[in-house]
């Protein structure tokens, strides 16, 4: 079992930046790729990015490519997501999820990640 704790949400203007954490426990960190993804009330829970169990190859919706950065770190078993020119259109829930690392080949399929924080709601405001 892997336990996923996400944090840094809150209420930004447009325009603005947040970073949000997740912190992992359980099984070894680095064994796992990670992904972040969003849902918005009312619609379906969407793929934002996700990252190798290495780092070394990171993955983006095109709705945040050159505006979110995920990034990790496999000494504090955490992952990031550094958002910057924050649009209404990003505000949801963001989850952090975990996946096999040896099988994970970059898939936005929610199906792909094994293991779900609890949430942590992103407010933006225009």
């Known amino acids: 079992q892997v336990q996923l704790v996400e944090s840094g949400g809150g209420l930004v203007q447009a325009g603005g930046s947040l970073r949000l954490s997740c912190a992992a426990s359980?099984?070894?960190?680095?064994?796992?790729?990670m992904g972040w993804f969003r849902q918005a009330p009312g619609k379906e829970r969407d793929f934002v990015a996700a990252?190798?169990?290495?780092?070394?190859?990171?993955y983006y919706a095109d709705s945040v490519k050159g505006r979110f950065t995920i990034s990790r770190d496999n000494a504090k078993n955490t992952v990031y997501l550094q958002m910057t020119s924050l649009k209404p259109e990003d505000a949801a829930v963001y989850y952090c999820?975990?996946?096999?690392?040896?099988?994970?080949?970059?898939?936005?399929?929610?199906?792909?990640?094994?293991?779900w924080g609890q949430g942590t709601q992103v407010i933006v405001s225009s």
């Open positions: 999820a975990a996946a096999a690392g040896a099988y994970y080949r970059g898939s936005s399929n929610s199906n792909a990640f094994a293991y």
């Open positions: 359980g099984r070894t960190f680095s064994n796992y790729a």
């Open positions: 990252i190798s169990w290495s780092g070394g190859r990171t």
